[in-house]
């Protein structure tokens, strides 16, 4: 794949942790809270810059498929759409809680291997670094998400080589 891949997980990178108190819930999924406002002006900034394909890597794939997946990107007013889903790899090669980092890693990797893609970035709250050491960005804290300081700059940075 040519363009750039930004693997993206949503819990404590969009959805920062005050998001899960909210009283606002998506129309249709009424367990879905909304993205922290101040991420999704961040994401929409990296997807103007870069033009990312965007590949859901979070837990949310799940529990919705992708066109549902893109409903909640519209609710949240992302300008951009999820092209794709990472492999589920919990409870196949992973069943432990303290492999979860590694499993997440996994499933990027065997994306990425499996469709050619070697310019992509793993945006998430879980450390992959010891996994993906040249293609991470970690949101480290829970209350910033991908809106913490220096995060977008990483970003951008890994995509634009």
Not at 22 to 32: D, M, S, T, Y
Not at 66 to 73: C, V
Not at 94 to 120: G, H, M, P, S, V
Request: hydrophobic share 40%; aromatic share 12%; glycine share 2%.
């Amino acid at each position: 794949m040519d363009k750039p891949v930004l693997f993206l997980d949503f819990d404590d990178v969009m959805a920062t942790s005050r998001q899960y108190y909210a009283k606002k819930r998506h129309p249709i999924f009424n367990n879905v809270y909304p993205f922290d406002p101040k991420c999704i002006k961040v994401l929409n900034s990296i997807i103007e810059t870069i033009h990312p394909v965007i590949i859901c890597s979070s837990d949310w794939k799940l529990h919705f498929n992708l066109e549902q997946l893109n409903q909640i990107f519209g609710w949240n007013l992302i300008n951009d759409v999820i092209t794709d889903v990472t492999p589920s790899l919990w409870g196949v090669q992973f069943e432990k809680l303290k492999d979860l980092e590694e499993c997440r890693a996994a499933e990027i990797k065997l994306f990425a291997d499996n469709n050619n893609i070697t310019n992509f970035v793993a945006v998430d709250d879980l450390n992959l670094h010891k996994w993906l050491p040249n293609n991470f960005v970690w949101c480290s804290h829970s209350t910033e998400g991908i809106k913490q300081s220096g995060v977008k700059e990483k970003i951008i940075k890994i995509l634009s080589k």
